[in-house]
């Protein structure tokens, strides 16, 4: 069975196991009372939180730096509204844990060291630079080391490797000062 689909079956049957057991406890006045206080609650944090998380990222973006921490946040933020839509105290604890910016910068290091782990990157690095006879060394560019002799110069690289991202470099550093074994 799809993950998916079983978190779309127990969610709703766990959020209705806690709503039975509070209305026992507290009563069913008060439980619906509660429903209604975070849905309130949540959207006046959401509002709040969601216009500061845009004016961040309008000032990084004014700065030329690139907004990873603010987008984060909004889809955090974002996600933290779509579980204070759903009517349940479960997804109301879990959207109220999303408004705590340690817990989503915390659970959004955990989920990238997660997808880098079950990732699988290349990346080939052609060399820019020249001997003395004015050849390039290593492959050339747009010549992907793993394509056979007849696709040879194409961008269509073999496809169980995963995408092949073409991009230029600039070396910056002085290779004249670079460590012997690196040469």
Do not use: C
Not at 62 to 79: F, H, K, Q, W
Not at 91 to 97: A, I, Q, R, S
Not at 115 to 144: K, L, W, Y
């Amino acid at each position: 069975m799809p993950v998916l689909l079983l978190i779309f079956i127990l969610v709703p049957l766990a959020e209705i196991a806690v709503f039975i057991e509070v209305g026992k406890a507290i009563g069913v006045g008060w439980t619906i009372g509660i429903v209604i206080v975070t849905a309130i609650a949540g959207a006046s944090l959401l509002r709040a939180q969601g216009f500061a998380a845009l004016e961040r990222t309008q000032k990084t973006l004014s700065e030329g730096r690139i907004p990873v921490d603010t987008v984060i946040d909004g889809v955090s933020l974002l996600t933290a509204g779509a579980f204070l839509l759903t009517p349940g105290m479960i997804t109301d604890t879990m959207g109220f844990l999303l408004f705590i910016p340690a817990f989503r910068h915390g659970l959004a290091k955990w989920l990238f060291k997660r997808m880098a782990r079950n990732a699988n990157i290349n990346v080939d690095i052609f060399s820019s630079t020249t001997q003395s006879t004015g050849t390039r060394t290593g492959p050339t560019p747009g010549q992907h080391p793993d394509m056979d002799a007849t696709r040879s110069g194409s961008r269509d690289a073999k496809r169980d490797k995963g995408p092949v991202i073409e991009a230029e470099y600039e070396r910056v550093d002085d290779p004249a000062k670079d460590p012997p074994d690196r040469k």
